[in-house]
């Protein structure tokens, strides 16, 4: 369920993948999209959910984040739900194509 090391490098999602963010945000866009892939997902309290959305409390400016891949999960951090919706936007386009019509064999990213 957690993304795990790819040879060591990267991040592998199997085709389910666990998700945690700050709660009271209004995560609906990041639902819909996570629907749309085809993955069996689920929403988890757990920091070590294989894709984080965090609070920032750097100045990162209006709708802006940071996008890490750190091996064995993804850490999106923003300001608030505006930024973290486009983390998220940047997320699906890093991820392979095949992912836009149903991704439940899962994917691959590099660190």
Do not use: H, K
């Not at 085709?15 to 995560?27: A, I, R």
Request: glycine share 16%; aromatic share 8%.
């Amino acid at each position: 369920m957690l993304g795990e090391e790819v040879g060591g490098r990267g991040f592998r999602c199997d085709g389910s993948l666990s998700v945690s963010w700050p709660q009271g945000w209004d995560m609906t866009g990041v639902a819909t999209g996570l629907d749309r892939t085809g993955m069996a997902w689920a929403v988890s309290n757990s920091s070590e959910a294989g894709v984080s959305f965090a609070a920032s409390t750097d100045s990162l400016g209006q709708e802006g984040y940071t996008l890490t891949i750190e091996g064995d999960r993804v850490v999106i951090e923003s300001v608030d739900e505006v930024g973290a919706f486009r983390g998220w936007t940047t997320l699906r386009q890093i991820m392979p194509a095949t992912c836009e019509q149903g991704c439940p064999q899962g994917f691959e990213l590099p660190a």
